[in-house]
């Protein structure tokens, strides 16, 4: 103990002692009888005499700028010693706790202000040191990850931070090729997408390393080339059941949520959903166009459909985007004149697609669909020869669909 207190004692003196060669005013230049109290200060912080200390402050050296200074520098000082030979290892933390206390019990006594940063660093070495052998004890046990992260915690100015340097070296060396291992043997049992987790959070630990690239660029390439083909099976059934097939790639996305290849194969599928005509860009249509509710004769309801008494049109881009198209056509409830000319004409760039015929009282709904594979621009109109102001024809639910070319 006392051969240590005494390194301590040297290790202030050169510090004191460059201190007092720098351009500022130095302590050392302001005399002999000054020197001595702040040797004789110093001297009751050293040996732990604390009443002694502040005793001697404010019989000596309270009321003088100077002798006020050079206390509060030779506090400080004293703490910066301290905190340099713990982190140095010169002393140990108990020592040094024991030391530091000390000098912060003289301060606050005299009423001295030291500086605050030296709480910081003090508690910023004890708390490295700590980590370091945590540390240590993880990386004795290969716990290489643990390991990695108690290092990190090292501080450069720990005497420490060396060794940890170089056993997180090591470490993330042994940490490698554990997950390599690991994401080959999992990729070898098809479970590629906990290999490539796997991969991913060798990269959250060791940085983009090259070879751990070099295989995630790999499993990736086998993994989305099998989640495609296997979207393209589910889909390519009679069914054509596109939201399967769509629930594979989104399934296959939240693993890998930039590929491209995923992306343009979402879009693909979503391709396939089907649409309302009526949902879609509409081009031109009559003055009294609007869609409106109805109910035909079989007492069916219908949303958002065509209905009106009069000759009314409307013409949608459809882009060449569609296959088919699913309607309904139907009478709308309370018609009764049998006689009327009445009904519903669909035309595809001009080509006249589909023709209801006339419409009576007696119509049940129809529910047909046209193709509309190729179409450009499509019109729908709800033809009416009588001159007075009832509802009668409806046309509803339109409903666009993609099929596989």
Partial sequence: MKKRITILLAIFTILFCFAACGKSQ?????GDDISSMGNKFYSY????D?????EY?????????????EAREI???????VITGFANGIIGEEEAEIEKNKVITVANGCSLPYKEEHDIAFEEIKTSKKQYVLGCAAFDAQNYETAIDYFSQIVEKDSNYAD?????AEAKTQLKAQYLAQAKEQYDANKIPAALQTLERAVGILGGELDIQIKIDEYTVKYVDQVITNAKEVFLTPAEDWQAALNIIKAAQQILPDNEKLAKAEDYYIGFQPISLFDITRLTSTDNFELSNARDNMNNYYENCMAHAWDMSATYLLNKEYNTMSFTVAVQKGYEDASCDMSVEIYGDGVLLYNSGNLTKDTLPINTSVNVTGIE???VLLLDGRDINDREAIFANPVLQKTVE
């Fill in 26 to 30: 130095p302590i050392t230049n302001i």
């Fill in 45 to 48: 912080i050293e040996n732990g």
């Fill in 50 to 54: 604390y009443q002694k200390a502040i």
């Fill in 57 to 69: 402050y404010n019989e000596k050296i309270y009321g003088n700028y100077v002798t006020e200074n």
């Fill in 75 to 81: 506090c400080n000082n004293y703490y910066e010693n």
């Fill in 164 to 168: 940890a340097k170089a056993k997180t």
């Fill in 377 to 379: 621009q499509l019109k």
